[in-house]
């Protein structure tokens, strides 16, 4: 009897500890997590940010200026929610910030991130092969996804402004957005701006896709309208597959 009431005891001090363990950063979903062993904090490698802005700024770098929770899956598969994050597109860095509000850099890479912003789901990924001046740590915005996958890329420049006579610096940022997509057989592509360069994109599928671009009268000047697009070659492409089994 004694030894039952021990173990019944020590039932609960054990679920406390691990609660308490995956509490470490505590927007980590711990129903999901309780066989985890190694918290959001430490799979991120993350390290202190400092922010060095001894400037006004005019615009800024970050997809948001405000944290947002996010879901973040790391390479290795684990999963993390409702992390609160900052993507900074001028240099890349993804910046999380603690239960104690402390701000860290993610250092190990991410594989995808998820969240609402505005009413809107966005899914920003990493791990696509180089290409232009981007490698396999950059980061995209996903657009569309199936047999080709459609991203897109912010680059953020900026410049620097005093007046005269004046110490004071005023920095200001302009982005730049470029679309690519990721092709089986053909890796990362940049994708054409005019009309006519996607001709070669579309190769054995050119007729299809020039019927699908006049009944909608798309000009793919928006980027609605690449998406679309897109959805509807990923079908095709979806289709033929299916055809040849």
Known sequence: MKKHFLLLTAIPVLLLQSIL???DFDRIDILRHTKET??????????????????????????????????????????????????????????????????????NPFQRITFKYEGKQFVFRSGFPSIDKLNDLSVYQLLDSGTTILLKHTSVSYQDKSSYNSTAITRSYNKNETMYAWVPDKGMVRLPKKEEDWNAFFGAHLPEMKRFMRNKNSRLKKE??????????????????????
Do not use: W
């Open 38 to 107: 190694i918290n959001f904090l430490n799979d991120a490698n993350g390290k202190p940010f400092k922010s060095l802005r001894n400037f006004e700024e005019e615009g800024s770098p970050f997809f948001a200026p405000d944290y947002i929770d996010c879901d973040i899956q790391m390479v290795n598969g684990k999963t993390y929610h409702n992390i609160p994050i900052k993507i900074n597109l001028l240099t890349g860095e993804i910046i999380f910030k603690t239960s104690d509000d402390q701000e860290m850099l993610v250092v």
């Open 224 to 245: 609605e309208d690449v998406i679309e697009l897109f959805r509807y070659y990923n079908q095709l492409l979806k289709q033929v597959v299916a055809n040849k089994n």
């Open 21 to 23: 363990s995956a509490q």
